[in-house]
């Protein structure tokens, strides 16, 4: 069974540029999370997918950030405009609905994102 | 979300038996205990989970005293391979979608 899957794995961007990253949770989870963690600092949580409906954003830092995710697939986090500040590691993962609680997230390797 | 306190780093030699205690005093009824597991470069990995007294699992176990104000993630004969961060979370296991909330965590290193 293939894992939770993030694109692109690194990208470098110049402040004021656009990017979207990737990810793909474990077939068949409903639950898809973003977190990212800056430079230095620890890992947070951005927000909440259950199938395409955003269940919990709270965590999304402002209006530079937009999270979707289409027929409750795939999602994309954009971000626009970079600020030096966005640099970090984001990650995803996945979860099942019908266990949502146990704690076990699946996370994908990360996408680590350079603004420069 | 209840705060967790966890020792920054640790040293162990392979072989050896490691524990790392986390500390929860504010952990709600409602709360779990889960710990993960991060190598560098990869996203966290879930380790084990409980609520009360001790799970054993093909990899840890967790011991959580009667109080549950802190638990103590046991890893047997650790080898080079275990070095990583280890992160102790408490969360309220019964909200639908819970979110994690991740603290610094421990870093082991396992020396030969």
């Known amino acids: 069974e293939a894992g939770v899957t993030q694109f692109p794995s690194h990208s470098v961007i110049e402040k004021g540029q656009t990017v979207t990253l990737r990810c793909d949770p474990i077939?068949?989870?409903?639950?898809l999370y973003w977190y990212r963690r800056v430079m230095g600092k620890e890992i947070k949580f951005l927000l909440h997918?259950?199938?395409?409906?955003?269940?919990?954003e709270s965590g999304m830092p402002n209006n530079r950030f937009l999270a979707e995710r289409t027929g409750g697939t795939y999602s994309t986090l954009k971000v626009q405009p970079a600020e030096l500040e966005d640099s970090g590691v984001y990650f995803c993962a996945s979860s099942q609905e019908w266990r949502p609680n146990t704690g076990e997230l699946f996370f994908g390797e990360g996408s680590r994102l350079t603004v420069l | 979300l209840a705060k967790t306190t966890q020792p920054i780093s640790m040293d162990s030699y392979e072989g050896q038996e490691v524990n790392i205690t986390c500390s929860h005093n504010n952990i709600a009824t409602n709360d779990y205990i889960t710990w993960y597991q991060q190598f560098p470069s990869q996203g966290p990995r879930f380790i084990i989970q409980?609520?009360?007294t001790k799970v054993t699992n093909e990899v840890a176990s967790l011991f959580i005293p009667a109080d549950r104000k802190s638990s103590t993630l046991s890893l047997p004969r650790v080898s080079l391979s275990d070095t990583a961060v280890y992160y102790c979370l408490v969360g309220d296991g019964l909200e639908y979608g819970n979110k994690l909330v991740f603290g610094a965590g421990t870093i082991l290193r396992v020396k030969s």
């Open positions: 077939s068949g989870h409903d639950n």
């Open positions: 409980g609520y009360k």
């Open positions: 997918f259950v199938k395409e409906s955003k269940q919990d």
